[in-house]
Antibody
Framework: QVQLVESGGGVVQPGGSLTLSCAASGFIFSSYGMHWVRQAPGKGLEWVAFIRYDGSKKFYADSVKGRFTISRDDSKNTLYVQMNSLRAEDTAVYYC???????WGQGTLVTVSS | QSALTQPASVSGSPGQSITISCAGTSSDVGTYNYVSWYQQHPGKAPKLMIYDVTNRPSGVSNRFSGSKSGNTASLTISGLQAEDEADYYCSSYTSSSTLYVVFGGGTKLTVL
C-alpha cells in the first residue's frame, strides 16, 4: 500500500542542523512532487517546502527560505529536508506528503531547545 | 505570509449540519480549483476529506461535501456524528511568488 515514513527527528540546539528523511513505498516516487508540512505544538498546519517530481523546481515558505533545503533521491525513493540554523520556532511535527493526494506520513518531531 | 481565514471554532448537535468557511484571495482560492480539506484528530496525521473543491476520496463519507464561491471555499458536514469532532483545515495552491501552498488556520469542530 502507499506509505510514507518520516525519520530523523529529535532534539537539537538553537543554531544547529538536522536532516529529516521520508521513505516512500507503494507508488512510483519519481512521478510525484512532494511536500514537507509542519505543525508546531498546539498550532495549525504550515506548509514548508515542495519539490517537483523531477527535482527541477523547489519552493519554500518565507519562514524557512535560506535555511532549509528540500531534496530527493529517486533511486532510494526518499525525500529529504536539510534544516540549518534552527530556531525555537522551528519546533514542530514535520510531515511529508505526496502531492495531489491524501497521502501523508505519520510525522516526526523536531524540538529546538538548549 | 497570510493564511487562509477560517473560523476558530464551530459547533453543532448530532444530526445537524454545519459549514466551515475558508476565505482566501484571488491569488489562491479564487483562482485555483485546488482547494482541499483535512480532518485532524488529536495526535494523528491529517486526513484528506475533500480535494479539488468538491471531490471526496474513496472511503470518505458522503456526509462531507465541499463548494466554492468566489474567493471563499466551504466544507459542509451533514448528519453530524460524535466522531466528526476534530480540527479541520483548508488548503489551496497559490500564485504568490513566495508560496506554493497555503493553509487555513484551522477550525475546531465540537459536537455538542
Amino acid at each position: 500500500q502507499v506509505q510514507l515514513v518520516e525519520s530523523g527527528g529529535g532534539v537539537v540546539q538553537p543554531g544547529g542542523s538536522l536532516t529529516l528523511s521520508c521513505a516512500a513505498s507503494g507508488f512510483i516516487f519519481s512521478s510525484y512532487g512532494m511536500h514537507w508540512v509542519r505543525q508546531a505544538p498546539g498550532k495549525g498546519l504550515e506548509w514548508v517546502a515542495f519539490i517537483r517530481y523531477d527535482g527541477s523546481k523547489k519552493f519554500y515558505a518565507d519562514s524557512v527560505k535560506g535555511r532549509f533545503t528540500i531534496s530527493r533521491d529517486d533511486s532510494k525513493n526518499t525525500l529529504y529536508v536539510q534544516m540549518n540554523s534552527l530556531r525555537a520556532e522551528d519546533t514542530a511535527v514535520y510531515y511529508c506528503a505526496k502531492d495531489s493526494s491524501g497521502v501523508w506520513g505519520q510525522g516526526t518531531l523536531v524540538t529546538v531547545s538548549s | 505570509q497570510s493564511a487562509l481565514t477560517q473560523p476558530a471554532s464551530v459547533s453543532g448537535s448530532p444530526g445537524q449540519s454545519i459549514t466551515i468557511s475558508c476565505a482566501g484571495t484571488s491569488s489562491d482560492v479564487g483562482t485555483y480549483n485546488y482547494v482541499s480539506w483535512y480532518q485532524q484528530h488529536p495526535g494523528k496525521a491529517p486526513k484528506l476529506m475533500i480535494y479539488d473543491v468538491t471531490n471526496r476520496p474513496s472511503g470518505v463519507s458522503n456526509r462531507f461535501s465541499g463548494s466554492k464561491s468566489g474567493n471563499t471555499a466551504s466544507l459542509t458536514i451533514s448528519g453530524l456524528q460524535a466522531e466528526d469532532e476534530a480540527d479541520y483545515y483548508c488548503s489551496s495552491y497559490t500564485s504568490s511568488s513566495t508560496l506554493y501552498v497555503v493553509f487555513g488556520g484551522g477550525t475546531k469542530l465540537t459536537v455538542l
